[in-house]
């Protein structure tokens, strides 16, 4: 992996902890310490993924992402110490790809990078498959005929139970499937208190598939209600 | 105001002319004086004719007795037919003249019998009798004397020395007319001092007028003075050319013998007579002895005299008033202009007059004028039923005129009296002056609002009872009327207190006019009842109409404090300003605006509180990420010493225990100041507590404690934030897992009581809990160390997510016994009470409970 990744931040340190753990990753990264700089590297060497921050000097994160998405289509991550929800979906919507909140977990951040990087450079081979035969939702992808889930188009191992739960929740993505419909139709057979069943399988999908299985994107929990797979 | 009291003056015969208008007036001037004279001195000519006949000469007296009796006796008969219309107004001035004119308007003339004098005699002494008999009813003591024409005809007969005696007797009691009779040179009869007792002797051709005093009796009359049958006339002093060309005829001044064609019989031609007639007559009032009755004496006279000047005084006063009209008129039209200016002027001024002088006055004014102006009005109508000289004799149109302006003065002063009124009630309505009214008020306002109540009540019931009192009065009133009624009708006479009353009014104000006044009064009194009715009824009305207004305010505080319960502390509740309520009412106001002030500043703080945290855990997170990304480096290193790998271990720990605090911080924060996002979706409590219990299996498992929960099968729908709700249990576990005693048990339990759905955790408490503490308050923990895991924030956030949620949650410790009780209203239930839902997530819940409602159909599962 020779992928080139651009890191800004205008915290010095905390882009240089970053190009470390790239690095040792196998990235090459280039490093730059606000939104000018890093356009100006961009107009001067090819990069395959950037990791920004929002609140910088001179040019601020959202707004140079703008200016990059002007011309170019790769990738982004963006950092940020808020967290709240506004701020995510209004970084989403600006045409970042990820968003990670600060403080994050180096081993997250570096998953994020890897199934961003993945996704690009597949893009095209995705959609060279039958679309008839599987079921894309975001980073993650169903082969129906395979029976086998993909994220970031590397093949997931997933026992006979799990695959049959992600096949019932990929195929009817963002609807909410109580444990007892679940467990009925997986198990093929009346349920007693699935709850933990269940959950027990979701917690097992969630660590194999999602990036943060502790917040994670995909396989949800819908409290008191039941489970859904969220539509991307 | 002017009230003008027009003596009447009666039987003007004369016309008086210019003279009126020229300073005092001469009465001797008036051709009724100088027909009066004459009279006298035919009348004092025949007495003595007589008095010689009756003394002697039979065969000549005879004749000359016969016929001056004759004429004695026809010239009062002549007379009385148009004096007695004279005497019918001659006493208007009392207040019996109206009966008196009533009763000699109805008094017969001579042509009703026919030339039968006789026949009409008899009738006019009839009609005297019950005349007299009428007037001393009324206390009227002037009729009948000597002075009065009917006297002659009435009291004297003349048919005898001692009839003569008589009259002559009352004759010498009136000491304006001073006279002396001479017959033969002997002095007959003499009302002067020193002469009267010489009746009888020899008459020396002593001037009487030497012993009078020239001033007082101005007029001078002698007869035959000096035996030429010729009469000399002095006024002041001066001689009077009385005979003027010597011939008499209509025009002549005097009409007395002397002239070429009128000369006077042989039998008169020993009589002289002298006469003094007085400048300014008085009244005599003689009471004679053993009698309760006053005669007066002097009245013709004195009432000719007297008459003159009140009708030059009327006559100014007319003159006065229309000149005063005249110009007034010249004013108004030359001023039309500003009319509208002079009219809000009045206005103005008469605003300054207060409402209670006014109301006062208005009544007062209204009876007096009524009572002065009923006469005038009367006289008014007369003329216009009966044309304008019904009351006129001889032509006296200038005393017509004065009259008539009288009347007019009064009309003017009633068109001003409601024009006033009426231009007040239209100009100043609800601006009036009234300082009692308002002390009333003021007074009212003072005292608190019950006190108030129980006044008002108060006052209505002392309405009711003097109106009670009013009906008996009344009621009283009436029966003593009837039974004075009853007691006329009977014949029978009794004494009126009614009448007594009126008289003692009626001396005060005026007479308004004769009798019809006392009708008037009684009339009145109903219309007083109306009155007082109509006050009582006005003061229940107004209270009435405060106790309608007090209950519609009531119903608006009431509104009001329901509005500011249920949090509209916006709109404040403003009632008129005389309202009971108003005080209350502003109160309320101001408990609403420190709410609003207090609720303001909570906000206020709350937000600057959330920005603070958010600023600071924005400036932690930024060093935060550092630290744990070169742990996270640090802990790659392979080549490390195993003690510091160790370090490194804790190092990462902590900075993501801190990372975690940071946000628990962050998100507590914005669930109190409400500024936390919520999607709000019914869901199954059930569901939700067993997949947090499946959720944390791995720690519950691991832990030594041993989960008992009670979850009822069937869905107990509430509608809250799923995800908030699972982090309020997630604490709550985590909780009881990390601070339950070792090996003991947590008891889990959901119930449904009274339409909430109840979840209750209680546990064991590893180390002993401290009664008063509030482990919901922020960063309040059982263990004061701070040495565990915990970041004391776990209950303070599940309670803030609950209460954003619209649930509540509550801690009880008893002894070690650990008990959260979360409650949550039943969503079939809640949905009456949405109004009510947390501030922020109204919308997004509504829209949430919408999408999850929406069913999704097997056909729709089976296709994908």
Request: include cysteine; proline fraction near 7%; charged fraction near 25%.
């Given at each position: 992996m020779d992928a080139c990744v651009l890191v800004v931040d205008d915290d010095r340190e905390i882009v240089r902890a970053i190009a470390l753990l790239l690095e040792k990753e196998g990235y090459r990264v280039i490093k730059a310490y606000d939104g000018m700089e890093a356009l100006r590297i961009l107009a001067e060497t090819e990069v395959q993924l950037i990791i920004m921050d929002v609140m910088m000097p001179k040019l601020d994160g959202l707004s140079a992402m703008m200016k990059i998405r002007e011309r170019k289509n790769l990738p982004i991550i963006v950092l940020s110490a808020k967290t709240e929800e506004t701020d995510k979906i209004l970084g989403l919507s600006m045409g970042a790809d990820d968003y990670v909140a600060k403080p994050f977990h180096p081993q997250e951040l570096a998953a994020r990078v890897k199934s961003q990087l993945r996704r690009y450079t597949m893009l095209g081979g995705i959609h060279a498959q039958n679309e008839a035969e599987e079921i894309v939702n975001g980073r993650l992808c169903y082969r129906l005929k395979e029976r086998t889930l993909y994220a970031d188009g590397e093949p997931v191992r997933l026992t006979a139970t799990e695959t049959k739960i992600m096949e019932?929740?990929?195929?009817?993505?963002?609807?909410?499937?109580?444990?007892?419909?679940?467990?009925?139709?997986?198990?093929?057979?009346?349920?007693?208190?699935?709850?933990?069943?269940?959950?027990?399988?979701?917690?097992?999908?969630?660590?194999?598939?999602?990036?943060?299985?502790?917040?994670?994107?995909?396989?949800?929990v819908v409290w008191g209600i039941g489970y859904k797979m969220e539509k991307k | 105001m002017m009230v003008i009291n027009l003596a009447p003056a009666v039987g003007m015969t004369a016309a008086c002319g210019i003279d009126v208008f020229e300073g005092q007036p001469d009465y001797q001037e008036s051709e009724e004086f100088r027909y009066q004279i004459s009279e006298r001195l035919s009348m004092l000519m025949g007495v003595a004719a007589w008095g010689k006949n009756d003394s002697g000469n039979e065969a000549d007296g005879t004749d000359a007795k016969s016929r001056a009796g004759q004429e004695l006796n026809n010239r009062p008969l002549q007379e009385a037919v148009t004096v007695q219309e004279e005497t019918v107004v001659e006493q208007v001035a009392d207040y019996a003249g109206e009966a008196a004119a009533e009763f000699w308007d109805n008094v017969e003339g001579p042509e009703a019998f026919g030339g039968d004098w006789d026949a009409y005699q008899q009738y006019l002494e009839e009609q005297q009798a019950y005349y007299d008999e009428m007037m001393n009813e009324y206390g009227y003591v002037g009729a009948g004397g000597y002075d009065d024409y009917y006297g002659w005809i009435y009291s004297y007969d003349f048919g005898d020395q001692e009839s003569l005696d008589r009259y002559m007797a009352d004759m010498a009691k009136d000491k304006n007319l001073r006279y002396a009779v001479i017959c033969q040179n002997k002095l007959l009869y003499s009302n002067m001092e020193g002469f009267a007792e010489k009746a009888g002797q020899e008459w020396n051709?002593?001037?009487?007028?030497?012993?009078?005093?020239?001033?007082?009796?101005?007029?001078?009359l002698w007869y035959n003075k000096e035996n030429d049958g010729k009469v000399q006339i002095a006024k002041d002093g001066m001689e009077e050319n009385v005979y003027g060309n010597g011939v008499y005829s209509d025009n002549s001044r005097w009409r007395v013998p002397g002239y070429a064609n009128f000369t006077i019989g042989e039998s008169f031609g020993d009589v002289v007579v002298f006469l003094a007639v007085a400048k300014n007559p008085q009244l005599y009032m003689v009471r004679e002895d053993g009698s309760s009755r006053v005669t007066q004496y002097g009245g013709r006279l004195y009432d000719m005299r007297q008459n003159m000047v009140c009708l030059q005084n009327a006559v100014w006063r007319a003159v006065f008033f229309m000149t005063a009209a005249a110009v007034l008129l010249a004013i108004a039209f030359l001023m039309r202009k500003s009319r509208r200016q002079a009219v809000e002027r009045i206005a103005d001024f008469l605003r300054i007059i207060c409402l209670e002088v006014k109301v006062l006055l208005l009544p007062f004014l209204t009876i007096l004028l009524?009572?002065?102006?009923?006469?005038?009005?009367?006289?008014?109508?007369?003329?216009?039923?009966?044309?304008?000289s019904y009351y006129n004799r001889g032509g006296d149109y200038i005393y017509e005129i004065a009259r008539l302006t009288e009347a007019g003065v009064y009309l003017a002063v009633w068109f001003w009296l409601i024009y006033l009124v009426v231009l007040d009630f239209r100009m100043n309505r609800g601006r009036?002056?009234?300082?009692?009214?308002?002390?009333l008020k003021v007074k009212d306002f003072k005292y608190p609002i019950q006190k108030r109540l129980v006044r008002r009540k108060q006052r209505t019931l002392i309405a009711e009872i003097s109106l009670s009192i009013l009906f008996a009065a009344v009621l009283c009133a009436v029966w003593l009327f009837m039974q004075e009624y009853t007691t006329y009708l009977t014949g029978g006479y009794n004494y009126s207190y009614v009448y007594d009353a009126y008289e003692g009014v009626a001396q005060e104000l005026g007479y308004p006019s004769g009798?019809?006044?006392?009708?008037?009064?009684?009339?009145?009194?109903?219309?007083?009842?109306?009155a007082a009715l109509g006050t009582f009824t006005m003061i229940t009305f107004i209270d009435l109409r405060k106790t309608y207004r007090l209950a519609v305010d009531i119903g608006a505080l009431a509104d009001q404090i329901l509005a500011v319960r249920e949090g509209s502390l916006t709109e404040a509740l403003v009632l008129s300003e005389d309202s009971d309520l108003r005080e209350a009412a502003d109160n309320l106001n101001q408990i609403q605006r420190g709410m609003e002030t207090a609720l303001a500043e909570q906000v206020k703080s709350e937000r600057m509180k959330v920005d603070l945290v958010t600023n600071v855990s924005h400036d932690i997170k930024t060093p935060l990420t550092s630290i744990i990304s070169y742990a996270e480096l640090l802990r790659q290193e392979k080549e490390l010493p195993q003690h510091v790998k160790e370090y490194i271990q804790i190092l990462g720990e902590k900075a993501e225990r801190l990372r975690g605090i940071v946000q628990d911080v962050f998100e507590i924060s914005k669930a109190t100041s409400g500024q936390l996002p919520m999607q709000m979706e019914v869901l199954d409590m059930g569901k939700l507590l067993r997949q947090t219990l499946a959720d944390m299996n791995d720690q519950i498992s691991q832990s030594t404690l041993v989960m008992r929960t009670a979850i009822p099968e069937t869905s107990v729908e509430v509608t809250a934030d799923g995800q908030r709700l699972y982090r309020v249990f997630q604490n709550l576990l985590q909780n009881a897992l990390r601070y339950s005693l070792e090996g003991s048990r947590v008891y889990l339990s959901l119930t449904e009581e009274a339409g909430q759905a109840v979840v209750r955790i209680k546990n064991t408490s590893g180390m002993e809990l401290t009664a008063s503490k509030d482990f919901t308050e922020r960063f309040v923990r059982g263990d004061e160390s701070r040495t565990d895991g915990g970041s004391g924030l776990g209950l303070s956030i599940a309670k803030s997510f609950t209460e954003a949620c619209g649930g509540s949650l509550t801690v009880e410790t008893d002894a070690d016994l650990f008990t959260v009780t979360v409650a949550f209203p039943v969503s079939g239930q809640e949905q009456a009470k949405d109004k009510v839902a947390p501030r922020t997530t109204e919308g997004q819940g509504k829209e949430a409970i919408q999408d999850s409602e929406k069913p999704v159909t097997p056909e729709e599962v089976e296709s994908v």
């Open positions: 019932l929740l990929m195929k009817n993505r963002g609807r909410i499937f109580p444990a007892e419909e679940i467990y009925e139709r997986v198990w093929e057979e009346p349920s007693f208190s699935p709850e933990n069943t269940v959950m027990v399988h979701i917690r097992h999908i969630r660590e194999k598939i999602e990036l943060n299985p502790k917040e994670p994107e995909y396989v949800k | 051709g002593e001037d009487f007028s030497q012993t009078l005093d020239a001033e007082a009796y101005n007029f001078i009524a009572g002065k102006s009923a006469g005038p009005f009367l006289r008014l109508a007369r003329w216009c039923m009966y044309g304008f009036q002056k009234r300082p009692l009214f308002d002390l009798l019809a006044g006392f009708y008037i009064a009684y009339l009145m009194m109903p219309g007083f009842v109306f």
